[in-house]
């Protein structure tokens, strides 16, 4: 397993932004080849369902994922439940001063059948992908009133 994080600033306030992260089907925008289906009735709580497909035509993938814990508009836990990756991600938001809030990001990702060696090269990915994510989903479509501006702190 390989674990992720990825830390965000933005001038969004903690409940636009856990707005913004927490419609499943909106992360099928940000990232490439991928489409989400909420398999479970709304709104969102423990117990949520839904499946990131990823792929084109025949090379695809499903990502089942459940929410395990859902403490709006703070702490949401998923648990990935595919045949193919495995783990869990959190996200968090925290107010940051008066003006915005800072996002964390974590995933412990784990693909089957990929030996550790590949350990190195799947948390680099990873990084990007789900840092990409973040930054996408904070900067979608902001309204004339929401701020949009991500900062990413240095590695």
Known sequence: MVLI??????RLTVDQAWRRL??????G???PLTRVSVLTPQPTAEGTVFVARTGLGPLTFDDPMRVARWRPPTLCRLVKQG??????????VHPLGTEGSRVVWREDLAVRLLPALFD??????????????????LALDPGPDVGGDVYSPPA
């Open 5 to 10: 994080l990825v830390e965000r600033v933005t």
């Open 83 to 92: 045949r193919l990756v495995t783990g869990w991600a959190e996200i968090e």
């Open 22 to 27: 927490t419609d499943w089907p909106r992360h």
């Open 120 to 137: 190195g090269l799947l948390g680099w990915a990873g990084r990007r992908m789900f840092g990409r994510a973040v930054d996408g989903l």
């Open 29 to 31: 925008a940000v990232v």
